[in-house]
């Protein structure tokens, strides 16, 4: 009787799972600020357009408005290391680190830009580096449920 209870709460279990995932909240917008909203779209069109300096000089405006802003410290990040300006890409991304406080996703994803950063300019030790610190902000912190008294 215990055995088939167990399977009954794993199928559920494996029938419910799907839907927690989908009452995550999706990704945070980069700013609440509709202006800072307006220059982040207009500088990701410019670089799709390959137009890197014009994007840059774009982000920069809108970091004006918000300096303390760790998604425009990474799309500046981003901009430099798809210039090939990989020591300032590594600067930004170790920057928005810095005001990214507790978005493990964020810090994860500045680190994968580092480590990105390092590896172009040959650096593989400290690239290898930087994707480790990526996967350990990555993995799921799961606190050990207490010991049950039998």
């Known amino acids: 009787m215990r055995k088939i209870s167990s399977h009954i709460a794993l ?5 419910l799972l799907p839907a927690c995932t989908a009452l995550r909240p999706g990704p945070a917008p980069v700013s609440e600020n509709p202006a800072v909203l307006t220059l982040v779209e207009q500088a990701r069109a410019e670089a799709a ?3 890197l300096q014009s994007a840059v ?7 004006r408005l918000e ?4 998604w425009l410290w990474q799309e500046l990040a981003r901009l430099h290391l ?7 890409a590594e600067s930004l991304a170790a920057r928005s680190n810095t005001w990214a406080g507790s978005d493990r996703a964020l810090r994860a994803a ?3 830009l580092i480590g990105a950063a390092r590896a172009a300019r040959g650096d593989a030790a400290g690239a290898q580096a930087a994707e480790a610190r990526a996967a350990e902000l990555e993995r799921v912190r799961v606190r050990p ?5 039998r």
């Open 57 to 63: 000089a774009t982000i920069e405006r809108a970091q």
């Open 49 to 51: 357009d390959n137009k």
């Open 67 to 70: 300096p303390r802003n760790p």
């Open 82 to 88: 798809a210039q090939g300006d990989h020591a300032q």
């Open 145 to 149: 449920e207490p010991a049950v008294g």
């Open 110 to 112: 500045n680190w994968r």
């Open 11 to 15: 199928f559920l279990l494996v029938l």
